[in-house]
């Protein structure tokens, strides 16, 4: 090869390199693009099943302020305890298949910041250098767990646990979580305590459980973490009880089960501690369609409330991120 045909190659590959240096990810499509344009935005006036609070501790649930609610799909919220960064789980079109979400280009996981009494436009958290079905989001510190599905194979075994690491203004050095949580534990949604000690999760009740899903809890230990542990038939019911979430003094339990108070759909549940460290009776605090609730130090309520047809059988048609300001 001579000289000048030498230079024209490594000129040529130059410019492919800046190129590629920026553009955007061709896989990346923004939220509202990626929305079906006959997709229905649903108001507290047009909802059918309304969530329905039973507690007098907070103001009454309405939709969460700001840009995160579309006519998408929002859902999985989760914000940091100092209520400065809000993540959730958006996908544009709830009647596509998981198969179709894995390659869409906007169905993951997105966050926000709060600005002034706002919040900022969200923004996709990019966690792969290809395709990936992202969600289940939980933040300690400057790690990110999220449970990922990253190929159209692995859809059929499903989602297993990854950790990110919060790089400047990225999350980056993303890994699978391991084989003892994906595994040897089969752990589903999870929550860790403010001191990184105790994993709360949901699986499937086994031996000694108290039927369906249950709440289960894992002690960290020098090389991972203990087995689960049930967390009994105080807190678990014969249904079905996941997605928990622990207060940041650890002293209240939140998590999703069917309603009881008021129907239908799934509800807010919660226990507390007692004067001897264990779980009280669950409490129901929100129904109808409420699920999956963050909350932050100021005790400010979030949840996903999805909203269905009143028709039989009834239908979702979007999930939108609802709030419960404490008083």
């Known amino acids: 090869m001579n000289t000048e045909v030498r230079s024209w190659i490594l000129a040529l590959l130059v410019v492919v390199l800046l190129v590629a240096a920026c553009e955007e990810p061709l896989y990346l499509v923004p939220r509202g693009d990626a929305i079906p344009p006959g997709a229905v935005k649903m108001t507290p006036a047009l909802d059918t099943w309304p969530p329905i609070l039973h507690s007098d501790e907070w103001e009454q649930p309405v939709p969460m302020p700001g840009p995160v609610n579309t006519a998408g799909a929002e859902d999985s919220p989760f914000i940091t305890p100092d209520g400065e960064w809000f993540f959730f789980f958006f996908t544009p079109d709830v009647g596509k298949p998981a198969n179709e979400q894995l390659f869409d280009g906007a169905t993951g996981i997105y966050w926000s910041r709060r600005q002034g009494s706002g919040w900022t436009e969200p923004e996709r958290v990019v966690l792969n ?194 709030v419960c300001f404490r008083k």
């Open 129 to 322: 250098d290809d395709i990936g079905l992202d969600g289940a989001e939980f933040v300690l510190g400057d790690t990110l767990w999220f449970a990922s599905v990253r190929s159209r194979d692995a859809l059929r075994e499903g989602p297993e646990w990854y950790k990110a690491v919060l790089r400047g203004d990225e999350w980056r050095d993303w890994r699978n979580a391991g084989s003892q949580l994906n595994l040897d534990y089969e752990v589903g949604e999870l929550h860790i305590s403010a001191d990184g000690r105790t994993m709360f999760c949901h699986r499937e009740a086994a031996a000694g459980g108290a039927g369906g899903m249950d709440l289960w809890s894992l002690a960290r230990n020098a090389t991972g973490w203990d087995p689960p542990v049930n967390l009994g038939t105080t807190v678990n019911g014969p249904g079905d009880e996941g997605w928990p979430f622990l207060s940041a003094d650890g002293s209240e339990l939140w998590f999703t089960a069917n309603g009881a108070l008021a129907g239908p759909g799934p509800a807010l549940w919660r226990c507390r501690k007692d004067s001897t460290g264990a779980w009280g009776e669950p409490e129901e605090i929100v129904s109808r369609f409420a699920g999956e609730c963050t909350m932050d130090e100021a005790g400010n309520l979030y949840f996903v409330h999805h909203f269905f047809t009143g028709t039989d059988p009834i239908q979702m048609i979007e999930a939108d991120i609802y």
